[in-house]
C-alpha cells in the first residue's frame, strides 16, 4: 500500500496512477479474454444447491442451471430466456461468451404475480427474462416494517403469501455469490497458492488460452540472458561488456572485451547477437557468435536499442537524419540501410513483431513519448499511436505471441520512477506488472512468455530481475557486486 499510495502523491498529476491503475493494482488482474477457468466453470454448473433451490440439467448438450421457484407457475424452471438458464460451455467462456449478467439489484415486482413476471411497461430486450429480486428480508418488527422488504426509494414487496419469491430471492442470491466467489476469490492463475501458470498452460499476458486449468506455477526458463556488464560503476566514463547469465547458476561470463557495450540483443536463432559500442569518434551496432567470437561492425547508428527482423536478415536501429532521430532497417550482411519514419518527432526502442509485419517504436509527440507501429513495408507512413498513457511510455517488446507488449511507464525520480505495464497490440487491456518505489524499466519476456525480466534500481547500481507473466514470484537474478542491465531473454 505505501508503494500505491506514495504514487498518489506524486507531484506532477500526470505521474500519478490513473483510476484504472489504481484499482488495477487492489484487484485481482483476470486476463481480458477469459472469464473462468474451466474447474471453476464446472463447480459453478454443477453444484447441486438443494437447500437453495439450485439444480441442474445434466441432459444432452452443455448442463443448464435451473432455479426451483422461478418461472410460471408450477414448470419450476426460469423460461429459456432467462439469465439463470443460459447455457454454460462446457470449458471456461470468454467474456464475449458468458451468460447475461443478472442484475437489477434495487428492481421489485409491482404485483404478487406467481410466476415473477415482467412490471407493466417493461419491454426486455433479446435475451433478458423478468428480474428477480435481490433484497433481504427483515425479522419482523424489524426496521423495514411488519412483513415488508424496502429496496431503494421503490415500492416494498409483501412477506406474506411470498415464502416461494423469498426463496427464489435467496436462490438468486446465492448463484450471485457463488460466481462472484470464482470470479474473485478463486483465481488460480495469478499465482496465489498452489496454482499459476505453467509452461504455456492457461491464461497469460503474453501466453496462449488453454481450457486445462493450471495445476503448477511456471517454472524459471531454461534460457540464457545476455545482460550489459558494468565493470567500473560510477566512474565519469563507460565501462560496460556483454555477459551471458545462465539460467541453472548465478554466474554470468563476460563474452566480448570491450570498453563501451550495450543493449545486446538475441538474433532469432540464439546463435548471435547484435549490441551497440560507442568509441571516442561514433556509435555503431556490431554482431558476434553466441559465444563472444567473430565480433563485427554493421554499420553506424545513433546509439540506442536495436531489434532483429524474424529472418535474421536486418536490423532496425535509429540514426539522425536532418537533426531528427528516425527508424532505420541495416541488411546485416552488406549493411544497406532504409529510412522508414520521416516526421518531427524523435524515435526510440524498435523492437521488430514476431510476424516481421510491424516494427513498435517510441515516438516523442511534444513532450510526450508513447508507442507507435510502423509498417516496414510502407516508408514514410504515419505510425499509429497504440498507447496514451498520461506518463511517458518506452522500451516496448513483443510477447513471443504477437499479441502483447511490456513497456516502461513513467521516469526516474517522479512518483514511482519506471513501472513495468503490459498492454494489448490494440492499446486496450494495459495493466500494470510490476510497481514498486524503485526504478523499473527495460522489460524483456522470455522465449516461452511465461516470465518477463526488467531492470531494478537506480542508473549507476542496476540489476536484473524477473517475474511471472502474472504478476508473481518477483526473484532477484543479479546478486553479484557487477551492476547488470539491458536484458535480452529471446
Known amino acids: 500500500m505505501r508503494d500505491l499510495v506514495a504514487g498518489c502523491l506524486a507531484k506532477d498529476p500526470r505521474d500519478r496512477p490513473t483510476p484504472t491503475e489504481f484499482l488495477n493494482r487492489l484487484t485481482v488482474r483476470h486476463p481480458s479474454d477469459v472469464w473462468l477457468p474451466a474447474e471453476a466453470t464446472a463447480l459453478v454448473w454443477s453444484h447441486e444447491a438443494g437447500a437453495y433451490g439450485v439444480g441442474v440439467d445434466r441432459g444432452p448438450g452443455c448442463p443448464r442451471i435451473r432455479v426451483r421457484g422461478w418461472g410460471s407457475a408450477g414448470d419450476g424452471e426460469r423460461s429459456p ?6 447455457e454454460a460451455p462446457t470449458a471456461a467462456p470468454t467474456f464475449d461468451e458468458r451468460p447475461p449478467e443478472v442484475s437489477h439489484p434495487r428492481t421489485v415486482q409491482s404485483s404478487p404475480d406467481p410466476g415473477f413476471g415482467p412490471r407493466p411497461g417493461f419491454r426486455p430486450g433479446p435475451g433478458f427474462g423478468p428480474a428477480p429480486v435481490f433484497a433481504p428480508t427483515p425479522a419482523p418488527g424489524s426496521a423495514g416494517g411488519a412483513g415488508t422488504v424496502p429496496v431503494g426509494d421503490g415500492p416494498t414487496v409483501g412477506a406474506a403469501g411470498a415464502p416461494g419469491r423469498r426463496r ?3 436462490a438468486a442470491a446465492a448463484l450471485v455469490v457463488a460466481v462472484a466467489a470464482g470470479v474473485l476469490v478463486w483465481h488460480p492463475w495469478t499465482g496465489s497458492g498452489s496454482g499459476s501458470r505453467s509452461g504455456g498452460n492457461g491464461v497469460l499476458p503474453g501466453g496462449s488460452v488453454s481450457s486445462s486449468p493450471p495445476v503448477t506455477a511456471a517454472a524459471f526458463p531454461d534460457a540464457p540472458l545476455l545482460v550489459r556488464m558494468d565493470t567500473d560503476p560510477g566512474s565519469s566514463t563507460c565501462h560496460s561488456v556483454i555477459g551471458r547469465r545462465d539460467s541453472t547458476r548465478d554466474d554470468p561470463k563476460q563474452l566480448i572485451a570491450g570498453t563501451c557495450d550495450a543493449l545486446p540483443q538475441w538474433s532469432p536463432d540464439h546463435k548471435s547477437f547484435a549490441f551497440t559500442r560507442t568509441t571516442g569518434h561514433e556509435s555503431a551496432v556490431w554482431t558476434a557468435n553466441a559465444d563472444g567470437t567473430d565480433v563485427r561492425r554493421v554499420a553506424a ?3 540506442g536499442r536495436v531489434s532483429w527482423s524474424p529472418d535474421g536478415r536486418r536490423l532496425a536501429v ?3 537524419q536532418d537533426g531528427v532521430q528516425q527508424l532505420f532497417v541495416v541488411t546485416v550482411a552488406d549493411g544497406s540501410a532504409q529510412q522508414l519514419t520521416t516526421g518531427t ?6 523492437a521488430w513483431s514476431p510476424d516481421g509485419r510491424h516494427i513498435v517504436i517510441c515516438l516523442q509527440k511534444t513532450s510526450s513519448w508513447q508507442i507507435h507501429l510502423v509498417d516496414p513495408s510502407r516508408p514514410g507512413a504515419e505510425p499509429r499511436q497504440i498507447t ?3 506518463r511517458r511510455a518506452l522500451d516496448p517488446v513483443w510477447s513471443p505471441d504477437g499479441r502483447y507488449f511490456a513497456y516502461t511507464a513513467g521516469a526516474p525520480n517522479v512518483g514511482t520512477g519506471g513501472d513495468i505495464h503490459v498492454v494489448k497490440v ?3 487491456d494495459d495493466r500494470t506488472l510490476v510497481q514498486t518505489a524503485a526504478q523499473e524499466m527495460d522489460p524483456v519476456w522470455s522465449p516461452d512468455g511465461t516470465w518477463v525480466a526488467f531492470v531494478r534500481g537506480p542508473f549507476d547500481q542496476p540489476a536484473v530481475w524477473a517475474v511471472r507473466a502474472d504478476g508473481t514470484g518477483a526473484r532477484r537474478l543479479t546478486t553479484g557486486s557487477t551492476p547488470e542491465g539491458h536484458p535480452s531473454w529471446r
Open 345 to 350: 518527432g524523435n524515435v526510440e526502442d524498435p
Open 301 to 303: 547508428i545513433a546509439d
Open 168 to 170: 427464489a430471492a435467496v
Open 318 to 320: 535509429l540514426r539522425r
Open 426 to 428: 490494440d492499446g486496450t
Open 81 to 86: 430466456q432467462s439469465p439463470v438458464n443460459a
Open 388 to 390: 496514451h498513457q498520461p
